[in-house]
């Protein structure tokens, strides 16, 4: 099975920074890559697909990319209500629908 | 409105069994793939089965295969999921998730439902 892996764990920045969170595949998956927030209290929420496209709603302050096995979460300019935990999910033909362990982002 | 809602967690002991059940509305749920996702307290999100549009094909995490049974009855619009032979580590938020179609992510979830195994 294709592994997801996740770095950093956790991130602490200020509001203002540019922040970029990565995720690896274990073997290629073409662009069949999700990225999800989850709010403390609240259920995971999709933000991007196709690595690269924003889901409808999400602000434009966050960005994806990559292709293969590599891809990267980018939030342009942290605000307060960014605190999450991100998931990267890789979403290709049949399961297994692998998660990454997750990356905690604080603000400083 | 796309609405998720799953109902039948509760406090087992180890080795018992419990059912949940994801109630869905707002689409036509015989054209949708479904998933169980699973978080333990503190922890990361986890797949934990997913089932095809028809209910023809099924899919499990190697972690509860051969213990728990996913099903869907489209003429109730909903998806289930049967947890025989519960663990410690079973314990966990379960949500059900609707996949957006053929390669595409989830782009709902249920709210979850609380499965605490303990003696």
């Known amino acids: 099975d294709i592994q997801m892996t996740q770095s950093p764990s956790s991130l602490s920045a200020s509001v203002g920074d540019r922040v970029t969170v990565t995720c690896r595949a274990s073997q290629g998956i073409s662009n069949y890559l999700a990225w999800y927030q989850q709010k403390p209290g609240q259920v995971p929420k999709l933000l991007i697909y196709?690595?690269?496209t924003l889901q409808s709603g999400v602000p434009s302050r966050f960005s994806g990319s990559g292709s293969g096995t590599d891809f990267t979460l980018t939030i342009s300019s942290l605000r307060p209500e960014d605190v999450a935990t991100y998931y990267c999910q890789k979403y290709n033909s049949a399961p297994p629908y692998t998660f990454g362990q997750g990356t905690k982002l604080e603000i400083k | 409105e796309v609405l998720l809602v799953e109902s039948g967690g509760g406090l087992v002991q180890p080795g018992g069994s419990l059912r949940l059940s994801c109630a869905a509305s707002g689409f036509t749920f015989s054209s949708y793939a479904m998933s169980w996702v699973r978080q333990a307290p503190g922890k990361g999100l986890e797949w934990v089965s997913a089932i095809s549009e028809s209910g023809d094909s099924t899919y499990y995490a190697d972690s509860v295969k051969g213990r728990f049974t996913i099903s869907r009855d489209s003429s109730k619009n909903t998806m289930y999921l049967q947890m025989n032979s519960l663990r410690a580590e079973d314990t966990a938020v379960y949500f059900c998730a609707k996949k957006d179609g053929y390669n595409k992510p989830f782009d709902y979830w249920g709210q979850g439902t609380l499965v605490t195994v303990s003696s």
């Open positions: 196709a690595a690269s």
